[in-house]
C-alpha cells in the first residue's frame, strides 16, 4: 500500500465528502449580507456534485491553476462554484472540487454548455495535455434539512 493510500484510507471518503460539504458551506456562506442571504434562499441548489480528483503531486501548481480556471468557467456555464480544495494535510494526491445545482436537469443543461465553452475545452486539454489528473470520481449529494451552513455557536476567540 501506497503511503498516501494509508492516509486517505484512514478516515474514508465519506467522511472527507462530508468535511469537505461542511467546509464548502462554510466558505460560501457570509453571515453579515443579508442581501445574499435572501438571495440563497430563493435559489435553492438542492444537490452539489463532489468531485474527488486523485492529481499528480508534482503537479499541484499546475492543477491549482485548472482548478482557478474553473473559478471563471462554472459559474458562467450555469454550476454554483462552491470550490475546489487542494490537498494540504495529510495525502498530498487527492483535491475536491464542489458544484451545486439546483436538480440534475440543471446538472446536464451545466454539462451540454461546458463542452461548447471553447475556455472549459481548452482547460480539459490542458489538463489532458499535462496528465494533472490521474483519476476522477464524482458523486451527487443533497443537503439534510436543517444542516446546511449553521454558524459555529462558540463564544470568543476560535
Not at 503537479?59 to 480556471?69: G, I, L, S, V
Not at 494526491?93 to 445545482?101: E, N, P, R, S, T
Request: proline share 4%; charged share 25%.
Amino acid at each position: 500500500m501506497h503511503p498516501t493510500e494509508f492516509w486517505a484510507e484512514q478516515i474514508g471518503r465519506r467522511k472527507a465528502i462530508e468535511i469537505l460539504i461542511a467546509a464548502g458551506a462554510a466558505l460560501t456562506l457570509d453571515f453579515g449580507d443579508l442581501a445574499a442571504r435572501q438571495l440563497k434562499r430563493r435559489i435553492p441548489m438542492t444537490i452539489t456534485c463532489v468531485i474527488r480528483y486523485q492529481i499528480d503531486s508534482f503537479q499541484r501548481d499546475a492543477f491549482k491553476k485548472y482548478a482557478e480556471n474553473w473559478g471563471r468557467i462554472i459559474p458562467r456555464c450555469g454550476g454554483h462554484l462552491v470550490g475546489y480544495f487542494l490537498p494540504h494535510e495529510g495525502t498530498n494526491d487527492v483535491a475536491w472540487g464542489l458544484i451545486a445545482f439546483d436538480s440534475l436537469a440543471s446538472y446536464e443543461a451545466y454539462r451540454a454548455r461546458l463542452k461548447s465553452d471553447p475556455e472549459a475545452r481548452e482547460n480539459l486539454a490542458m489538463a489532458q495535455t499535462k496528465r494533472l489528473i490521474l483519476r476522477e470520481e464524482r458523486n451527487f449529494v443533497e443537503v439534510v434539512d436543517g444542516t446546511f451552513g449553521i454558524p459555529s455557536t462558540l463564544l470568543g476567540p476560535r
